[in-house]
Nanobody
Framework: QVQLVESGGGLVQTGGSLRLSCAASGRTFNDYAVAWFRQAPGDVRRVVSG????????YYTDSVRGRCTISRDNDKNTVYLQMNSLTPEDTAVYYCAAKEGDKWYLFAEYDYWGLGTQVTVSS
């Protein structure tokens, strides 16, 4: 199995940027697709972005498309989420998750999770 640790969250003003990192350890990292989810207070956990094993395919939810970029460095066992033009609606706990296999777009099947990192955007 793989272990995931998120970092890079924090407090930022509206319009600011953050880069989240998801560091993986354990089994071969490039066997896993990785996705970012977020959970705002009082809401369910929702997918934000995903990337397949090779990094050649990505997904963004509508609310972040054009503002966020997901990438991965398999040599460093790390996935990044660059977030720009942040708004208070982006405030949430951000989780990194992983799954084996090629069906990286089946976000309900992600079964390895980190503990999350808090992102707070002030108005």
């Amino acid at each position: 199995q793989v272990q995931l640790v998120e970092s890079g969250g924090g407090l930022v003003q509206t319009g600011g940027s953050l880069r989240l990192s998801c560091a993986a350890s354990g089994r071969t990292f490039n066997d896993y697709a990785v996705a970012w989810f977020r959970q705002a207070p009082g809401d369910v956990r929702r997918v934000v972005s995903g990337i397949n094993k090779s990094g050649g395919n990505t997904y963004y939810t509508d609310s972040v498309r054009g503002r966020c970029t997901i990438s991965r460095d398999n040599d460093k066992n790390t996935v990044y989420l660059q977030m720009n033009s942040l708004t208070p609606e982006d405030t949430a706990v951000y989780y990194c998750a992983a799954k084996e296999g090629d069906k990286w777009y089946l976000f309900a099947e992600y079964d390895y999770w980190g503990l999350g990192t808090q992102v707070t955007v002030s108005s």
